[in-house]
């Protein structure tokens, strides 16, 4: 009901009329794509009127495209705002078939819904998103499974660094090595969506806006990239300086200084303004990439320990809070998600109490530095504790710099924890840190070797993996039964010619032995007596530092 006082007919009249131009409408819609296929994107443009003081905030407008599948599952796709009176949908059919659809739109005081339409998808032979499978591996949309091997490339060059270290170097040299994953990141010098102040960037420019269209101009080239060369990545959507009393803090949008609701980064986790503004982002971030399979993770923090303890382990924001947050906004974003990728975030090395048993997280992951022989007591530990996969994020010879003096030992270091993670329960194999090092290195090319012995055990095994035990004496091993197919890693640990006798516990067959040299990527055959009790031990030597993967199969 409407009530008027000391207003005269003609003048409530034309402020109705005045109110009715200012509502927000669908004026009309338009598929861009002259065909719509299974598991690629299609997108629409939506011509929007009315007068928004902040389209991204969904408090204010929101625009919903509401599918029914094929199968007849309903699905909501979250639009987002371009520019103007422009919003855009975007959206890849995990189903083949007709799709018919509505796009709705809602503020503070209407909603309106457009007459429905259709699509059909044509079927492809593309695999789809990934999605939890079990502690060992990923599985596609359309079934096959997928285990990921890459390293971390958080950013591209800094200002003080080589200029060539971009992802239009960095990525396609990794996927040419037999890489199919990375993890990257979001901070104010690397595709800072938000923040409107940059640093120690060459590339990036302050602006006004309310994401940075610099930042949303390089994500949308690296989902496109990355499409084209088969890679996957895990996008950190913030990093642990966002919440430190530093630059990242004192330039952050969620600072009351800068306009922001939190008045410092303890706020930025309880107050319910806060945690909409991070929901509308959550929200941008589906709407704009979410259709891409490539966007493998969806990582809220790195290292958000490191927001919480002082470098003396004192808590400066209480734990209980940043477990309860990760709570909230893993559920929001598995709701507004139609693909549901996968979800994680990380820590350092503290522990965060609850955290790890989040149900919306799918695996939870650490990051280990100076400490690589201990990555594979690590996974046994988590699993049985959270029965979830656990991941080694970040692991390296040291975190404080990329110093080239200790370049042998960080080789050493970066090969073994690439073995250990793939003898080990983990759908991720440990990412390597300090990317520019390893390129300069030339060490790229080793991912070639791990990548082939990798598709031998999922050919072999599809998706089985079976502990075995292995005797080496002085000789590191790790054994696993693909199918019928046994695999072990053999690692000299010490600088000096190590012989020693190997013992496989394997049963009685005929079997072929095959010795593979992961930085070569060659193969020679060993000599293999079985008798009544299986397969004898092997004599093997292995240089100082040296490794050997034994493949032992059916004649």
């Given at each position: ?147 990921e091997i890459g390293e971390n ?128 982002k959550l929200r941008y971030l ?61 820590i350092s090395h503290r522990d ?204």
């Amino acid at each position: 009901m409407i009530t008027c006082k000391n207003i005269s007919l003609p003048v409530f009249l034309f402020a109705l009329a005045i109110g009715a131009a200012a509502q927000t409408k669908i004026n009309s819609y338009s598929l861009l794509n002259q065909k719509v296929d299974q598991y690629e994107k299609a997108e629409w443009n939506i011509d929007i009127s009315g007068a928004f003081k902040n389209p991204y905030d969904q408090k204010e407008v929101m625009l919903d495209m509401l599918l029914t599948s094929p199968s007849g599952k309903p699905l909501t796709l979250p639009c987002y705002f371009e520019k103007d009176n422009l919003w855009k949908a975007r959206f890849t059919p995990q189903e083949a078939g007709k799709y018919s659809y509505v796009f709705k739109i809602s503020n503070v005081n209407q909603s309106q819904e457009t007459v429905p339409a259709s699509f059909t998808s044509k079927a492809t032979n593309k695999t789809g998103f990934l999605h939890k499978n079990d502690l060992w591996t990923f599985r596609f949309d359309n079934g096959k499974l997928f285990r990921e091997i890459g390293e971390n490339v958080a950013w591209e060059s800094r200002s003080r660094e080589i200029d060539k270290w971009t992802y239009d170097y960095l990525l396609p040299t990794l996927s040419k090595n037999g890489a199919n994953f990375f993890r990257t990141w979001m901070c104010y010098w690397n595709m800072p969506l938000e923040f409107k102040k940059v640093a120690n960037s060459k590339r990036y420019t302050n602006t006004n806006e309310y994401y940075h269209p610099q930042a949303i101009q390089k994500m949308d080239e690296l989902v496109n990239k990355c499409d084209s060369l088969g890679l996957y990545f895990m996008l950190s959507i913030d990093w642990h300086g966002l919440l430190m009393q530093g630059w990242g803090w004192r330039n952050s949008n969620y600072n009351q200084v800068n306009g922001g609701p939190a008045k410092d980064p303890a706020d930025f986790f309880t107050m319910q303004a806060a945690q909409d503004m991070y929901k509308n982002k959550l929200r941008y971030l589906v709407g704009r990439w979410g259709y891409s399979p490539n966007v493998a993770v969806w990582e809220f923090f790195n290292e958000v320990d490191n927001s919480a303890f002082t470098r003396n382990d004192s808590i400066i924001i209480p734990l209980a809070t940043i477990a309860q947050w990760h709570l909230e906004m893993s559920r929001y974003l598995k709701d507004i998600d139609p693909y549901h990728h996968l979800v994680s975030t990380s820590i350092s090395h503290r522990d965060i109490i609850g955290m790890n048993s989040i149900p919306y997280i799918d695996f939870n992951q650490k990051h280990i530095y100076k400490h690589t022989e201990k990555i594979p007591s690590i996974y046994p530990e988590y699993i049985q504790t959270y029965n979830k996969p656990y991941v080694i994020g970040e692991f390296g010879y040291r975190w404080e710099d990329d110093d080239p003096k200790y370049g042998d030992k960080w080789d050493f270091d970066y090969k073994r924890g690439l073995w250990y993670g793939m003898f080990s329960p983990t759908p991720i194999l440990p990412m390597t840190w300090w990317w520019e090092l390893f390129d300069t290195r030339n060490m790229t090319p080793y991912f070639n070797g791990v990548r082939e012995i990798n598709d031998k055990m999922l050919q072999a095994g599809k998706g089985s993996f079976e502990k075995v035990a292995v005797e080496s004496g002085t000789i590191e091993s790790y054994g696993l039964k693909c199918g019928d197919t046994f695999f072990v890693y053999l690692l000299n640990n010490n600088d000096t010619i190590d012989r020693s006798a190997i013992n496989i516990k394997i049963p009685n067959g005929n079997y072929k032995v095959l010795a593979f040299t992961p930085a070569t990527r060659t193969y020679r055959t060993i000599t293999a007596t079985v008798d009544k009790d299986g397969l004898k031990p092997l004599s093997i030597e292995l240089v100082g530092k040296g490794e050997l993967v034994l493949i032992v199969s059916n004649k």
